[in-house]
């Protein structure tokens, strides 16, 4: 089950049920003797009995070889075997392929499609001199994309490049496994595409959603991996024979993976009306660009249709382009964003593009450590946005920012919000409070300095850690689970700090600015919410100052 972060929590009236899943996970297979030349010498020697046969010809007739024999293959079985141009999507043309059977298993489509991809070559010089390395830069070759329908995971996808050393790509997504585990458990459910849109048991789903994420997870995933990659794939390249004659076995590592939180909301036209406030009130804040929006057709449905019958274990919902908006931030090899899928279901989904970036390890069997660094990702990135969203000042706090205070043993002065530097600091922390793993002294520094439009005395990382220090002394800032160089926002200092900023930014300032000059002439026609709201208020202010003596 879910346990409810803050973001959620605040819009749990308006949800009927929530889910975590794995989405898109990619898993890279390699061969781990023949990395080195060495290994990879030694290796030919098992496979061959000698390496005088050992160069760039002989290792290139492994591609050739291996294209016959799949050409050969799926014209007797009536596999579509289909060659990719630049820039087509390779699932989206095997979709197209995929059986309507519900009991076929085994490959269904090939796609080829070039790509880069680190192959060996061989050079012989004297008689008896062999350099072998890895051709730079990377060449073009074909890679084979086997798609295929297994029995637990769904539609799995096997990239293959056919050139020594065989790397392999294993790619496959997780509300397909929850699929078809739910329909084993008799779980209804409704579905579009990768996105389940109608619960009603969602506690039930979600426990089947989590077994994606637990340490039992590994096994499966391997068990699953080897049961295509050697007798479905890598057969072409070297028969069964070969493989064990020359001792060749996989190991498994996590290349990419994908998390995602998904709020299914009970009223679609609702969903889009907080998710599009929510967007309005933290992209400032956050330093968000640009927010991509991919217009659709059909509006969202406003309610449920009295008439509207309760989805079957195998229900599918049809494909429907509704307008799509995608809040997203980028740091590096990692990514969060948040946008609409399906009719009324919000996602909020960590990605890691290289799961080094992690830094928790990529083996396989650190799987669930990698999901477990995701979702601390998501659920921080979630806490930045809730402060964000629903600011607040506690009584008497702003009495107390101006204070010195302690950190430690070391008397740290005050914050004093009329300066400048002040208020950038709060906007860079606000700025920084969805970074994965926190931000560095550096990374502050670097966003204060635009800020800041000093030439002469430049704002360094010294005067970061500072004014982070006052920060922290203040409570509005922690640091990153004790270490000394990475900081966050505590929730309550984001709160408070979005808070004072927009009472002070979109309040008081431009009430103030208009206050005492009003518009002349007639208002405009179309005015927002917020304009007419302003000059309400500008109209009871001039009512206001006479009273309390201020000129007007």
Not at 38 to 57: A, H, M, Q, S, V
């Amino acid at each position: 089950m879910v346990a409810l972060d803050e973001f959620t929590a605040s819009y749990s009236e308006l949800l009927s049920g929530t889910y975590d899943c794995v989405d898109r996970l990619v898993i890279n297979a390699y061969y781990r003797d023949i990395q080195t030349p060495g290994g990879f010498r030694n290796w030919w020697r098992r496979l061959y009995g000698g390496d005088e046969n050992l160069d760039t010809n002989n290792l290139m007739k492994f591609a050739g070889r291996f294209s016959r024999r799949v050409h050969t293959w799926a014209k007797k079985n009536a596999i579509p075997l289909i060659k990719s141009r630049t820039g087509e999507r390779k699932h989206e043309l095997a979709d197209k392929h995929r059986p309507s059977s519900p009991e076929f298993r085994g490959v269904f489509c090939v796609v080829i499609g070039r790509a880069p991809a680190p192959i060996y070559e061989a050079i012989r010089f004297g008689k008896t001199g062999l350099d072998i390395r890895r051709k730079k830069p990377l060449p073009y070759v074909n890679q084979y994309s086997f798609h295929i329908i297994d029995p637990e995971e769904g539609h799995i996808t096997i990239k293959f490049t056919p050139h020594p050393p065989f790397p392999v790509q294993i790619i496959m997504n997780g509300h397909e496994y929850v699929a078809i585990q739910a329909r084993l458990k008799n779980i209804p459910f409704a579905k579009e595409e990768n996105c389940f849109t109608e619960i009603p048991n969602a506690a039930e789903l979600a426990g089947v959603a989590d077994t994606m994420s637990a340490p039992s997870a590994v096994g499966r995933l391997v068990s699953v991996c080897e049961r295509w990659i050697y007798s479905a794939v890598l057969i072409f390249a070297l028969d069964l024979s070969e493989q064990k004659r020359s001792g060749f076995r996989y190991c498994f590592s996590v290349y990419q993976a994908e998390y995602s939180r998904n709020l299914l909301f009970k009223c679609g036209a609702r969903m889009q009306e907080v998710f599009q406030a929510v967007i309005d009130r933290t992209r400032s804040p956050l330093d968000i660009p640009i927010i991509k929006t991919i217009f659709g057709h059909k509006h969202r449905p406003w309610k449920k249709g009295r008439h509207q019958k309760q989805p079957r274990v195998e229900a599918v919902v049809h494909k429907i382009d509704y307008d799509l908006i995608i809040f997203k931030i980028h740091y590096g090899k990692l990514t969060v964003k948040i946008y609409t899928k399906g009719k009324a279901v919000l996602r909020i989904e960590a990605i890691t593009h290289n799961a080094r970036e992690l830094r928790t390890g990529v083996s396989i069997e650190r799987y669930p450590e990698i999901i477990a660094a995701l979702k601390a990702i998501l659920e921080r990135f979630l806490t930045a946005v809730d402060g964000i969203d629903a600011s607040f000042l506690s009584d008497g706090i702003l009495e107390t920012w101006h204070k010195s205070a302690n950190l430690g043993n070391t008397r740290i002065g005050g914050i004093d919000v009329n300066k400048t530097r002040a208020r950038a600091s709060m906007q860079s922390a606000i700025a920084l409070a969805a970074s994965p793993r926190g931000f560095t002294s550096t990374d502050f520094a670097n966003r204060m300095a635009p800020l800041l439009h000093e030439t002469k005395n430049p704002y360094n990382s010294r005067r970061a850690y500072y004014d982070l220090a006052k920060m922290r002394a203040k409570g509005l800032i922690q640091k990153v689970d004790g270490t000394s160089r990475r900081y966050q926002p505590t929730p309550d200092g984001l709160k408070s700090m979005a808070a004072f900023l927009t009472i002070r930014e979109k309040i008081l300032v431009p009430l103030l600015a208009g206050s005492c000059r009003p518009r002349p002439g007639r208002p405009r026609k179309a005015r927002s919410p917020i304009d007419i709201h302003y000059a309400n208020i500008r109209r009871e202010m001039l009512s206001l100052f006479p009273l309390l003596g201020v000129a007007i």
